[in-house]
């Protein structure tokens, strides 16, 4: 009987480190999980914005105290500094969370495969949150938009590359 408990407490004991380094390696802070969206389980209501006409789910969402935090995963990316489009992505969160709370998260945070940055949401990213909504809403009115050919990987993988006249040639 001795030996049971025993080995039961060490494995008790390695499942205990073990959670640890794999809580430690998402680079994530020791917070509650109050929301997940990354399970593959049935889609729970997105978060919604009458005033702004913008909708979205973060990844996660942790609790701070009575504030929350949305956090985004990026787990291909690998950057040693966050993308403005992921970023404008995560303060959509913020404001989204700040209209169904009330309460402003102070910060999100950007997940990639190497690094957490930490997003402060200030002003400045409300301003260019709202400036690059402006500027989306816009583009729907034209008939014609210019297609971004920045990242000529996502052009390669476009569904509509064989029928796309502004498509990237490439071997």
């Known amino acids: 009987m001795i030996w049971l408990a025993l080995g039961l407490g060490l494995l008790a004991l390695w499942l205990w480190r073990r959670s640890n380094q794999l809580r430690t390696s998402t680079g994530l802070p020791w917070r509650t999980v109050v929301y997940h969206d990354t399970a593959h389980r049935e889609l729970t209501k997105a978060l919604f914005s009458a005033r702004y006409q913008l909708t979205g789910k973060p990844d996660y969402v942790l609790a701070d105290g009575?504030?929350?935090i949305p956090v985004e995963?990026?787990?291909q990316r690998q950057a040693t500094s966050p993308r403005q489009g992921?970023?404008?992505q995560l303060a959509a969160y913020c404001l989204?969370?700040?209209e169904?709370?009330?309460i402003a998260?102070?910060?999100g945070l950007l997940r990639y495969a190497q690094h957490t940055f930490q997003v402060d949401w200030t002003d400045q990213l409300y301003q260019a949150l709202l400036e690059a909504l402006d500027a989306m809403r816009d583009d729907l009115?034209?008939?014609d938009v210019e297609r971004s050919h920045e990242q000529p990987w996502r052009c390669r993988a476009c569904g509509f590359g064989d029928r796309c006249t502004d498509a990237l040639e490439y071997d």
């Open 96 to 98: 989204l969370l700040e």
């Open 86 to 88: 992921d970023i404008l």
């Open 66 to 68: 009575k504030a929350l």
């Open 105 to 107: 998260p102070r910060y």
């Open 73 to 75: 995963v990026k787990p």
């Open 141 to 143: 009115e034209l008939n």
């Open 100 to 102: 169904a709370t009330g």
